[in-house]
């Protein structure tokens, strides 16, 4: 074939060139193949990175150029093309050549300076394939719509582009309120930005303009005074009736609000079925609840606030909303929030509850996106008892897969076993993250029977810094048969002693383990091949970090993310020999490593130096902590970062 033959795709830009003689007999089919694939194509880019040597080597020639050109138009890249044709004209002397090269140059010149209306010019397929690249958060296509009328009808005729609309930052000009009466009843996610100056007018809109297919309304902004934050509730309580036969979700930031009312945003808007509101605290205090319709469908309810919702408020919820697939509060209460729940909302299969002081955005799933199932996530902060749960766990044992506690800082002190034996009343079988944050001492003495209802467990973080050394070997006993672990997390821990020891030791291998049963402990074996080997180890503010620990730690060949954080304190510190030799320890025993976090060490030039010797391949990140301490001898934390950094060219270095 001729090498001027260009085949150009959007996807795939080639040429198809000739063939070198090939002793077709003697080769085998696999050759022939291997040979017609690397001879009979040639990239755009190949092609042009042979013709600009060909024209080097031979610069009167003015085909030379004019190929050139092609080549780069094909390649879309037009500017090179007319710089080529542009340098033959310089080069080349004869007349009749530089004629041909110029009414090339003029064609490339035309081309590239003529103003085509894509909109008006192309098929309807193309021009929806334009238009579903426009972003609705722009300030441009709104600008769009003014460009002509042709464009304000075909931008009309998209109404997919108007379905999310945004009214943010400068946005609310003029454009925008001239178009909101066009493209208002195209709006199904509205995201409104509240600002001192406009948040009157911009929630007005939602009155003044035919909002007809609204279904889902966002308010958030960082503008929190009073006087400005009591107007928006205030046009809310106005606009909502005229929206609310279509509105599904509702996110309202409405920071220092004490008077915008619960009851009367789901009372006239009955199809909700997401609501998020953060607000300094809800006005509804009827000792008899709220006035709600019979049942509610509210799947999502997602509350932050820095007051406390009365019982009555949350009973009245709950009892009104069957459906309800997710609760998250965020709230003071006196009551516990799981009390009051009992056996309400059976379809529940999110519960976040926190009582921290305030407003803060939870972590939300979009739940209607997911099959109907039972109860799968369980995170709540300040809890007193698991008594309430008992039902519920009974319910969703198998569908439960994260548990996330943070016990109460008072009443977790009078908490008794009691307490926490609906979490190992029911085998967990789907369990695959447990985390225990600021553990009691009743709660981590239960934790053995805990853990040995949960097969499939993958993650585990506890952090319990007041615990007995019995409870504490108990829970490291407990941990060795965990055969499904790959992250683990150990927070103000004493790992000093054997049994932890052990457990480094032990952990992936075909060993005896001691398990908790109702019968008292029980002796099984697990074999190497049942386990899913340790990925992530993390030992923070740990006391009892020796280099004995730290040689076990090195031999786990498949750790991927490691993080060693010893306790503060004279007795706790390592040498910088210790330090030393663990970074050659990992260096020869974890291959796999590519996340490395230390603190609270000592580190110099020549650990930094070691640390060269590394896999340059799999090392990404290297954070060295706030506590890291560089001696007076060594060199700078600077020269440290230098001396990585030369060596590794992926290496991310964090030093604080």
Same mark, same amino acid.
């Given at each position: ?356 002081? /305030? ?79 600021? /553990? ?43 055969? @499904? ?155 440290? @970062? ?15």
């Amino acid at each position: 074939m001729h090498s001027d033959f260009v085949i150009s795709t959007s996807l795939n830009e080639f040429t198809i060139t000739e063939n070198t003689n090939v002793d077709w007999a003697a080769a085998t089919n696999t050759e022939k193949e291997q040979h017609t694939l690397s001879t009979a194509y040639k990239t755009l880019a190949q092609e042009i990175d042979e013709i600009l040597k060909v024209k080097k080597d031979n610069p009167l020639d003015h085909k030379n150029y004019i190929h050139a050109a092609k080549l780069y138009s094909c390649q879309g890249n037009q500017q090179e093309a007319i710089v080529a044709l542009q340098e033959g004209l310089r080069v080349i002397s004869d007349t009749q050549q530089k004629h041909i090269i110029q009414q090339h140059l003029d064609i490339m010149t035309e081309r590239l300076e003529r103003k085509i209306d894509f909109l008006a010019q192309c098929p309807y397929e193309i021009v929806q394939n334009i238009l579903n690249q426009c972003d609705p958060q722009q300030n441009t296509v709104v600008t769009c719509l003014n460009v002509s009328r042709l464009w304000h009808r075909k931008l009309l005729d998209h109404t997919y582009l108007w379905r999310s609309f945004h009214i943010e930052g400068s946005m609310w000009d003029y454009e925008t309120h001239q178009v909101l009466p066009d493209i208002s009843k195209f709006v199904e996610h509205l995201y409104i930005e509240r600002t001192w100056a406009t948040t009157h007018s911009r929630i007005m809109a939602l009155k003044t303009h035919s909002f007809d297919n609204l279904k889902s309304l966002k308010i958030w902004g960082f503008d929190n005074e009073s006087k400005n934050i009591q107007e928006a509730c205030k046009c809310l309580r106005m606009v909502l009736s005229c929206i609310s036969n279509t509105l599904e979700e509702v996110d309202l930031n409405l920071g220092s609000s004490t008077d915008f009312s619960l009851g009367y945003l789901l009372s006239t808007c009955p199809k909700l079925k997401s609501v998020r509101l953060a607000v300094y605290s809800f006005p509804d205090n009827d000792p008899d609840g709220m006035k709600l319709p019979n049942i509610l469908s509210l799947a999502i309810i997602d509350l932050s606030t820095k007051e406390m919702i009365s019982t009555p408020t949350l009973t009245s919820l709950f009892h009104h909303s069957p459906q309800l697939r997710y609760l998250g509060l965020r709230a003071f209460m006196k009551q516990s929030v799981l009390s009051i729940l009992g056996g309400m909302c059976p379809e529940l299969e999110e519960i976040r509850l926190s009582q921290l002081c /305030g407003i803060k955005r939870t972590e939300t799933a979009t739940m209607t996106a997911q099959p109907k199932g039972g109860l799968r996530y369980l995170n709540i902060e300040h809890i007193r008892s698991a008594i309430p749960l008992i039902s519920r766990l009974a319910k969703n044992c198998d569908t439960l897969q994260e548990i996330s506690l943070v016990t109460h800082p008072y009443y977790g002190r009078m908490t008794t076993i009691q307490d926490w034996q609906p979490f190992s009343s029911f085998p967990l079988n789907n369990l695959t993250c447990l985390q225990i944050r600021n /553990g009691c001492v009743s709660l981590c003495e239960h934790l053995p029977a805990i853990l040995s209802c949960t097969p499939a467990l993958q993650e585990l973080h506890i952090n319990a810094p007041l615990i007995t050394d019995t409870i504490r070997e108990n829970i490291f006993v407990s941990i060795e048969r965990l055969t @499904k672990l790959i992250s683990l997390e150990l927070v103000n821990f004493d790992i000093s002693g054997d049994i932890f020891e052990r457990m480094l030791e032990r952990m992936g291998q075909g060993e005896n383990f001691t398990t908790f049963t109702t019968t008292g402990p029980t002796s099984i074996t697990c074999d190497h091949d049942n386990y899913n080997d340790l990925r992530c180890l993390r030992i923070d503010h740990c006391r009892g970090i020796g280099i004995t620990i730290l040689r076990h730690i090195s031999k786990i060949k498949t750790l991927q993310e490691l993080s060693i954080n010893p306790a503060k304190g004279r007795l706790q510190q390592l040498s910088e020999n210790d330090v030393a030799d663990f970074i050659t320890l990992i260096l020869r025993g974890l291959p796999h490593l590519w996340d490395l976090h230390l603190d609270n060490m000592i580190f110099t030039t020549e650990i930094a130096q070691v640390m060269t010797e590394w896999n340059k391949e799999n090392i990404l990140i290297v954070t060295l902590g706030p506590g890291m301490r560089y001696p007076k001898k060594g060199a700078k934390k600077g020269s440290v @970062k230098r001396i990585m950094n030369q060596h590794f060219d992926r290496l991310r270095v964090i030093m604080y």
